[in-house]
């Protein structure tokens, strides 16, 4: 079975700080790898897709990649009060033809003023 | 709005009854997918399509749900004999090839 794994948190960081979420997973023939920010009480909404090794860099975002440690993290530059939510880490591979993006439970992030 | 929609947004039903929810997705967006998510957890997989083709269900998906896509347009989930084990929130989400998954606001199921 396809795990992945997220400390679930809650991982609680000053205004201004760098945030760091970290994930791993089980399936060596993943391919892609995704963060979904998941405010309280809405749906998940996509924020950052990386399918290489190594760093992917969008606004304060940068989305990590090992694919030989299977691991994929996300740091949040400056991080802001309003960046406070569930970040999501989900992984799919097409190993067999099919497309089905494994989520984690969740890392809860918390930015204090 | 051209996100997606899901209907209705909030369910209660006594146990034993039957549920439908509907997804209208991006309608340029060829697969749709069916999650299924209790608090505290991710998204659970339940099933997707490829236009209207079913290409794949979840093992844990009990025979009291099903789900359609007629046309590969919108989609339906219906869940029959509701128990209160299936009280979550359920989220449809669609997206073209790339993968990267657009949902919806969700159907939230409370079943007393």
């Known amino acids: 079975q396809k795990e992945v794994e997220q400390n679930s948190g809650p991982l609680s960081v000053p205004e201004g700080a760098i945030a760091s979420l970290n994930c791993t997973y089980s399936d060596r023939g993943s391919q892609s790898f995704f963060w979904y920010r998941q405010y309280s009480g809405k749906s998940p909404e996509l924020i950052m897709f990386i399918y290489s090794n190594g760093d992917k860099e969008d606004g304060r975002f940068t989305a990590q990649l090992n694919k030989a440690s299977q691991y994929v993290s996300l740091l949040i530059r400056d991080s802001q009060p309003s960046d406070s939510a569930t970040y999501l880490c989900?992984?799919?591979?097409?190993?067999?033809?099919?497309?089905?993006?494994?989520f984690g439970r969740g890392t809860s992030l918390i930015v204090h003023p | 709005d051209t996100g997606v929609s899901q209907n209705p947004r909030h369910k209660i039903t006594k146990r034993g009854q039957n549920v439908t929810f509907r997804c209208d997705p991006i309608?340029?967006?060829?697969?749709l997918y069916w999650y299924r998510q209790t608090l505290g957890q991710g998204p659970e997989f339940l099933t997707y399509f490829q236009n209207e083709a079913q290409l794949e269900k979840s093992r844990l998906l009990s025979d009291r749900f099903s789900a359609e896509r007629p046309k590969g347009s919108f989609s339906t989930l219906e869940i029959q004999r509701t128990e209160q084990g299936d009280s979550a929130m359920y989220l449809c989400?669609?997206?073209?090839?790339?993968?990267?998954?657009?949902f919806g606001e969700g159907s939230r199921l409370t079943v007393l």
């Open positions: 309608s340029e967006h060829n697969r």
């Open positions: 989400a669609s997206t073209v090839n790339t993968g990267e998954l657009f």
């Open positions: 989900a992984v799919s591979s097409t190993s067999g033809g099919s497309y089905i993006p494994t």
